[in-house]
């Protein structure tokens, strides 16, 4: 028995804490989702926490801990600075921004060879992230945002999230609701940066661009961005399903696309809805299908009949 374990755990231990990294990355995006901005900025707060984490561990020695405290507080401050304009655009025009963002980090780590090492990348950084420490935080996290939910500030956020109209109406500060809610996201982000670059060994400016952020934001929405679980489903789903359909390596990116845009359509609420799924609801959605089986017109009566 221990040894199919030991197995088992030498053949996806890269997995399961790939999975464990990419949820953690959820829960930033899924606080930024709770306030209804939709985010492309992740990849570049986690760059920044990967460079920070990296140049000070490699660079100057410094523990494990406090290289990631500085990143994370690295990208905060990033957060913070670009929220205090970008949070005056709305809808697309603020996705655009934090895209912008993420780009202007990545040329940056492209250009400061002398730091980043250019396209090349930062090689030979030492292992120090651990299966634990994601399993901890990740505890801790979703405590911590359980609490902040039902807190005055979380039930704040709720009524901007639905509409920001009544609430700036009643005096509630939408700003700086928001504001601080993007900076605690790119502080996560930043962490996850951290433990990223030092499971890899090896970090560049191409692991932390537009689609980092768009599989960030890709996990909570497919979990659902409602559920307090849903960002782990999602992330589990996203990251293990290439390796699911590794039986068809011509057809994989096609059928994971088809699975990603199946949950989309007929499963509103994520994937966090399935585990609520009763039988009732199951022939509740035949009935309306057979409905509209006969509601359809017969091709064999058409306009000629």
């Known amino acids: 028995m221990m040894e199919a374990l030991s197995q088992f755990w030498a053949s996806y231990s890269n997995l399961i804490n790939l999975c464990l990294l990419n949820a953690f990355i959820a829960y930033g995006v899924f606080l930024a989702l709770s306030a209804n901005m939709f985010t492309l900025g992740t990849g570049g707060f986690m760059s920044l926490g990967a460079y920070t984490s990296v140049l000070l561990t490699m660079g100057s020695d410094a523990p494990f801990v406090v290289a990631l405290v500085a990143g994370g507080l690295v990208s905060a401050c990033a957060a913070l600075l670009i929220g205090a304009p970008v949070l005056r655009l709305r809808g697309d025009y603020f996705m655009l921004a934090t895209f912008a963002f993420t780009e202007v980090v990545r040329v940056l780590a492209l250009n400061l060879e002398s730091v980043t090492g250019g396209a090349i990348g930062i090689m030979n950084i030492p292992t120090k992230t ?7 935080l990740l505890v801790v996290l979703i405590v911590l945002i359980r609490l902040f939910r039902r807190s005055h500030f979380g039930l704040a956020v709720a009524a901007i999230k639905s509409d920001d109209v009544v609430p700036q109406a009643v005096g509630i500060d939408v700003f700086r609701y928001r504001l601080s809610i993007f900076t605690v996201s790119g502080f996560i982000a930043g962490l996850a940066g951290g433990f990223a670059a030092h499971m890899n060994y090896f970090i560049a400016p191409g692991d932390f661009g537009l689609a ?13 961005v409602n559920a307090l679980l849903g960002p782990i489903l999602g992330a589990v789903f996203t990251t293990t399903l290439p390796e699911v359909l590794r039986f068809s390596s011509q057809l994989r990116e096609i059928l994971m696309g088809a699975l990603i845009i199946g949950v989309v359509l007929y499963l509103p609420g994520g994937m966090y809805s399935l585990l609520s799924f009763s039988p009732s609801a199951l022939g509740k959605i035949g009935r309306k299908a057979a409905a509209k089986g006969l509601a359809a017109p017969n091709p064999a009566h058409g306009d000629g009949a």
């Open 212 to 224: 980092r952020s768009i599989d960030a934001l890709a996990f909570p929405i497919l979990g659902g």
């Open 130 to 136: 651990e299966t634990w420490h994601y399993i901890a």
